[in-house]
């Protein structure tokens, strides 16, 4: 029986099925004619399956229907009885419901016979197990989407997309039908309607983009190749003059046991020949990675040690013509990385005792690097682990590897996928590298070094690294040791951008909650508090914001700035820092203001008539308003305070915070409780806050200043 047929006998039963509902729902009715119609038009449909029966015993051709079995209706008599007629329908539910258990529980178990076939590679195993699944339940979509998969892995596109298709009629939202049957349609090189199934799965559900970008990303670079190839193929029967050599020159390449400096000239010559994407595609579709890189000769220049100059030339004419062959070509990229030789001996052009050999290896993974595309291909097809300290051992150098090892590292890290990677073996094998990089500061390049800093400070925003990272003793002692030597040489005028970047990675490590800051956090609190001294603004305010996430968890660290003179340091730089160093100033009072009566006298006696509390109250950042009431409300527990604000505009600032210009809640409470503390310690604000129609505002921060 076709598929069509199929379709419309399950549309008819689906059709008959929905008539009986409703004459059962007409015969159960209260209304008399509605009853009485419901009898006529069961009379009818009897009749009818009456003469349908006897023409079943005229000869006729035999046709398979989806549902064999009679519908088991009651005879004429019992129609006229809607109870007997009902009991009747409810027993033949109860058959098929049971039927329809039965059919599904066969339809799963060959589903997992068919999905142990189809994970031991065997596909056609595979499919007919999903079959006989479907001939158990006809619209069990997970048989067609698994099928598909199947076919798909066949190369059958035309049935994998039938199957999808079928699916998509069970469920018209199956992302899994519209993926499998977006790469059928890539594989037939049906651009346009591949990328019209990946559109409708981002339509569907919108989590899936980054999914979908990758499929669209593929559809488009497998028709950038078709026509590059189909553009290259008519240039080559044209005879253009470039398109010709490309091929002559590859024929001559394919001479064997020639000496180094033959194909060393043969390879420039060809890399000279890279116009553009024509010569880019003849020379992937001439076999020209294999030609060249399964070459004897060339394949002995992998190596660390070259023994001739012939060898060195060979191997820096290799890298130039796979640049020359890979720029702005997505296809040769991966074609290049994954070819065996490459992939496996590149590290060992990387380590190559050769500087121009390094530069030039760069240079190559640089071209990778700048693209999306480009740096997915590196991440899946080589070691990041690997790279990743190879890279950093450049800093060592006092030349330009060591500024492209960091600019390779700056864009890699672009990826997810490369932090993830690199979690393996941090501990292991990248930390012991980078930390005796952070202890040898005079004898590396230091511009790089900062960089790498800032590298591995941007890697801490993924939380594996961060723990990894402060929970490291060794680390942390390297950090410490660094601004010890880069504040000592800072004073003297030195470039500060070590200094200025193992801070931020200080305070992105200090994020987590670990013992090992907790036995270095005195420590840490001294170095900050000198380097308020500090003439570059850069550092004052990483410096502080150290500070501020390190004071909040501990009263030792508390107590030891205070001792330090830190309030006195934190008001100063309210009254002339920026908006990132008050965000962080203001953070540190608050969290001294809260710590007790002696750091509340000290912030009143250096803030004189807490002008800079008030000021802050109208900035932009909530956070610092907050901060600033919260700290405001604690000063006003100092005897005097309160009278000594009589001729400011405390309370109109106060009452326009809580009164709701704050947006978070937690801001409008601070604003109520320094309110009602300021009104509690001298009445007189209580008839400023009158005048100011108020009192609402007041009888709210008070009933928060009860509950302290």
Not at 543 to 558: D, F, K, M
């Amino acid at each position: 029986m076709s598929k069509q047929q199929e379709e419309e006998d399950l549309q008819k039963f689906l059709k008959d099925v929905d008539e009986i509902t409703n004459l059962i729902q007409g015969l159960n009715s209260t209304d008399p004619a509605i009853q009485e119609k419901a009898i006529t038009e069961t009379e009818k449909k009897l009749l009818s399956t009456t003469t349908k029966d006897e023409n079943k015993h005229k000869p006729k051709q035999d046709r398979t229907l989806i549902n064999k079995q009679p519908l088991g209706l009651p005879n004429l008599e019992d129609t006229l009885n809607p109870e007997s007629f009902m009991t009747s329908l409810e027993k033949d539910a109860e058959e098929r419901a049971r039927r329809r258990k039965e059919n599904e529980a066969l339809a799963n178990a060959l589903k997992e016979k068919g999905n142990d076939a189809f994970s031991k590679g065997d596909y056609a195993l595979a499919i007919k197990k999903y079959t006989e699944g479907l001939k158990k339940q006809k619209d069990m979509q997970v048989l067609y989407t698994n099928r598909a998969q199947a076919y798909l892995k066949l190369q059958n596109y035309e049935k994998a997309i039938s199957d999808c298709d079928w699916a998509l009629r069970c469920d018209e939202k199956c992302i899994k039908a519209l993926f499998h049957m977006g790469k059928a349609y890539l594989a037939q090189k049906q651009y346009p309607k591949s990328r019209e199934c990946y559109l409708k799965i981002l339509e569907i559900d919108p989590q899936t983009q980054k999914l979908c970008k990758d499929c669209m990303n593929e559809v488009d670079l497998e028709e950038k190749r078709q026509y590059e190839e189909e553009r290259a193929l008519r240039e080559l029967e044209s005879g253009k003059r470039e398109a010709v050599s490309v091929s002559e020159l590859l024929q001559k390449l394919c001479r064997p046991d020639e000496n180094a400096f033959y194909y060393a000239g043969g390879i420039q010559l060809l890399t000279e020949a890279m116009r553009g994407g024509t010569e880019q595609a003849l020379f992937r579709m001439n076999n020209g990675f294999s030609i060249i890189n399964d070459n004897e000769v060339i394949r002995r220049i992998f190596c660390a040690k070259l023994a001739s100059v012939a060898e060195v030339e060979l191997s820096l004419s290799l890298l130039l013509l796979w640049q020359a062959v890979c720029k702005g070509n997505e296809e040769n990229q991966r074609l290049l990385l994954t070819h065996p030789v490459v992939n496996s001996q590149l590290p060992t052009l990387l380590l190559s005792e050769v500087p121009n050999i390094q530069e030039g290896c760069m240079s190559l993974l640089a071209l990778y690097a700048d693209t999306e595309t480009g740096r997915s291909l590196l991440v899946r097809h080589l070691n990041t682990t690997k790279w990743l300290q190879m890279l950093m051992s450049f800093i060592k150098v006092f030349d330009s590897r060591a500024s492209n090892a960091t600019e390779l590292l700056t864009n890699l890290i672009k990826e997810e996928k490369f932090k993830t990677q690199c979690r393996i073996k941090l501990s292991t094998e990248v930390l012991p590298l980078f930390t005796q990089l952070l202890c040898s500061v005079k004898t590396v390049n230091r511009p790089s070094l900062a960089r790498c800093i800032a590298i591995m400070g941007e890697l801490c925003s993924d939380s594996v690294f961060r723990m990894q990272m402060s929970e490291s003793l060794e680390c942390w002692q390297a950090c410490l040791h660094l601004v010890d030597e880069c504040w000592t040489e800072n004073k003297a005028a030195v470039s500060p951008e070590c200094l200025y970047a193992v801070l931020g990675l200080m305070m992105n490590l200090s994020l987590e909650d670990s013992l090992i800051i907790q036995e270095r956090e005195e420590e840490i609190v001294e170095k900050c508090v000198s380097l308020f001294s500090s003439k570059d603004g850069r550092i004052v305010t990483r410096a502080v914001g150290l500070l501020s996430h390190i004071l909040p968890r501990s009263q030792v660290a508390l107590e030891a700035a205070l001792k330090q003179g830190v309030v006195k340091q934190m008001v100063k730089l309210l009254k002339v820092g920026g908006q990132v160093t008050s965000g962080y100033a203001m953070k540190t009072l608050a969290v001294c203001a809260k710590s007790g009566r002696r750091a509340q006298e000290q912030i009143v006696k250096s803030d004189k008539k807490c002008s800079t509390l008030l000021k802050l109250l109208r900035s932009p950042n909530e956070a610092v308003v907050g901060n600033a009431a919260f700290c405001l409300g604690r000063c006003l527990e100092v005897p005097g305070t309160a009278t000594n604000l009589l001729d400011t505009d405390v309370v109109r600032l106060l009452l326009k915070v809580a009164g709701g210009d704050a947006k978070k809640t937690s801001v409008q409470e601070n604003a109520s409780i320094a309110l009602g503390k300021l009104c509690t310690a001298d009445a007189r604000h209580t008839s400023r806050l009158r005048e100011l129609n108020g009192m609402a505002a007041l009888s709210s921060s008070m009933k928060n200043v009860q509950g302290l």
